[in-house]
């Protein structure tokens, strides 16, 4: 009897030893041959913060500057140079962002020429120069004179009366944004070495 007790025993523990094991296989997910398992984003453009829409948050530099019919050009640089991402970060940014007008105001050609993909690098290196950290509204700009820009150049702040120059574009708006402030300038502002 006490053989069959012991011969009980030991297939109940490899019964249930089984049993755990099985269960342990049956959460394993079969591979999928569906297009959707296999396909590869090919549009590389199109990737990043950028291109996450939220429509929660407070609106950030980029969004600001996208729904602004005076800031086409300024949309079209940024876009051109792709630095969409850049200017959606935590920041906080500080955009000086030429006006349409601004841009109109360079002579002819300019713009054209910069919006071709073999100077993209320069462009990028003007873009950049409108861009600084902080979030400073046009009141404590005042204090400055320098700003560090995002090109790794520096930029003159200028007062004059109430207004306010950097790099020799006045500031005519400012706007908060939910990762930093767009400063609306009247020119565009050049690096020293361009």
């Known amino acids: 009897m006490r053989t069959t007790t012991n011969f009980k025993l030991v297939v109940g523990s490899f019964l249930m030893l089984f049993l755990i094991c099985s269960c342990k296989n049956e959460a394993k997910p079969e591979k999928s041959n569906t297009p959707a398992a296999t396909s590869e984003v090919t549009n590389t453009e199109k990737q990043g913060q950028a291109f996450i829409e939220d429509d929660?948050?407070?609106?950030?530099?980029?969004?600001?500057?996208?729904?602004?019919?005076?800031?086409?050009?300024?949309?079209?640089?940024?876009?051109?140079?792709?630095?969409?991402?850049?200017?959606?970060?935590?920041?906080?940014?500080?955009?000086?962002?030429?006006?349409?007008?601004?841009?109109?105001?360079?002579?002819?050609?300019?713009?054209?020429?910069?919006?071709?993909p073999e100077n993209k690098d320069a462009l990028a290196n003007i873009l950049k120069h409108h861009v600084t950290a902080g979030n400073y509204d046009k009141?404590?700009?005042?204090?400055?004179?320098?700003?560090?820009?995002?090109?790794?150049?520096?930029?003159?702040?200028?007062?004059?009366?109430?207004?306010?120059?950097?790099?020799?574009?006045?500031?005519?708006?400012?706007?908060?944004?939910?990762?930093?402030?767009?400063?609306?300038?009247d020119k565009v502002i050049l690096p020293p070495n361009q």
């Open 56 to 116: 929660v948050s407070k609106p950030n530099v980029l969004q600001i500057a996208i729904g602004s019919s005076d800031h086409t050009t300024l949309v079209a640089a940024v876009q051109a140079a792709s630095l969409e991402n850049a200017l959606v970060n935590a920041g906080p940014l500080m955009v000086f962002a030429p006006t349409n007008a601004a841009f109109d105001a360079l002579p002819a050609g300019t713009v054209e020429e910069l919006l071709k």
């Open 139 to 185: 009141g404590f700009l005042k204090k400055f004179k320098k700003l560090g820009q995002a090109n790794d150049q520096n930029t003159t702040v200028e007062v004059r009366g109430d207004d306010v120059y950097v790099g020799g574009a006045k500031i005519i708006a400012s706007i908060p944004a939910g990762n930093g402030i767009v400063h609306v300038v």
